[in-house]
């Protein structure tokens, strides 16, 4: 059994790289891959604590990114992008790129503070850095924004205050869709669509389409299996992989008590349980776009 897409306290999981690397060795996991998000700092400090325990250690990213707009068009949501890099490391340049994109996040950071306490709202940042600590975002906010009790649960925070369309929200730089799969290919990396099923309605409803676009600009995969994914889904997004010719990934979005329905491994009530065929699939695909 396998899992390709778990998070660490570096970026918004409750589990340091170790305690998640001795959780999946006490699973008998076969293969693991941190995805932390915008950062490798997780992959970086679990590595060595994976050789160590002989589990097999796959290097990961998680990106946000947009779709294009026209100056003064709205926001579109986010669209998570999975970067996976098997059997080796990311290119320099490639880190480079991600300290970029964390200066952007730290500024976002700072004028969220600014405008939560220019509703009211008695929060510093250093509270919700002693969370964040390496890489601080908006589920942290959500955290101290519950035990200071402003909101009354996790998604409530994120509706009133942090969401993209909610009072307090503050943008930030982040790559456009098609930079994140450029940036993922040239440093690299396979680039792979996450959790399909969080798409907007018109990028879900049209998902071919969509997904016909982002192979053209050098997608190479797609998460078929998701902790938040039901059979159909799961059967939808196979044929659409199989159609144009997609390595299949999956995993449980594992975050910890962040995200306690989704569990290590297995999912949300047991709808997962992925074999090593899938990381073998995904080292052959590396090796097949690295000698193009």
């Not at 994976?50 to 998680?62: F, K, M, V």
């Not at 101290?144 to 996790?154: A, E, Q």
């Not at 047991?270 to 990381?279: A, E």
Request: aromatic share 4%; net charge negative.
């Amino acid at each position: 059994m396998v899992d390709l897409h778990t998070h660490t306290d570096q970026s918004d999981g409750t589990l340091a790289p170790d305690a998640l690397v001795r959780a999946a060795v006490a699973l008998s996991l076969e293969a693991l891959a941190v995805t932390d998000h915008d950062t490798l700092a997780g992959y970086d400090l679990a590595a060595p604590r994976a050789r160590e325990a002989g589990l097999e250690l796959i290097c990961g990213i998680e990106l946000s990114t947009r779709l294009d707009r026209k100056p003064g068009e709205p926001r579109s949501p986010s669209i998570h992008l999975l970067g996976y890099f098997p059997g080796r490391e990311p290119a320099a340049e490639f880190r480079d790129w991600l300290s970029q994109l964390q200066r952007s996040r730290r500024e976002r950071n700072v004028s969220l503070i600014a405008k939560l306490q220019s509703l009211g709202v008695d929060i510093s940042l250093d509270e919700v850095q002693a969370l964040g600590r390496n890489l601080t975002g908006r589920p942290h906010f959500a955290r101290v924004l519950l035990s200071k009790g402003y909101v009354r649960t996790t998604q409530e925070a994120f509706d009133l205050y942090l969401a993209d369309n909610a009072k307090a929200s503050v943008e930030r730089e982040e790559p456009t869709l098609r930079e994140g799969i450029e940036r993922i290919t040239a440093g690299g990396g396979l680039a792979v669509l996450a959790h399909p099923v969080r798409l907007a309605a018109p990028e879900l409803a049209q998902l071919d389409r969509f997904v016909e676009r982002l192979v053209a600009v050098g997608l190479a995969g797609i998460e078929v299996y998701h902790s938040e994914h039901s059979a159909e889904d799961m059967d939808r997004f196979l044929r659409i992989a199989v159609r144009y010719s997609l390595t299949v990934t999956g995993g449980s979005d594992f975050h910890g008590d962040n995200k306690p329905g989704a569990h290590l491994a297995t999912g949300r009530d047991g709808n997962l349980c992925l074999p090593h065929r899938i990381v073998e699939d995904l080292r052959a695909s590396a090796e097949r776009l690295a000698k193009i």
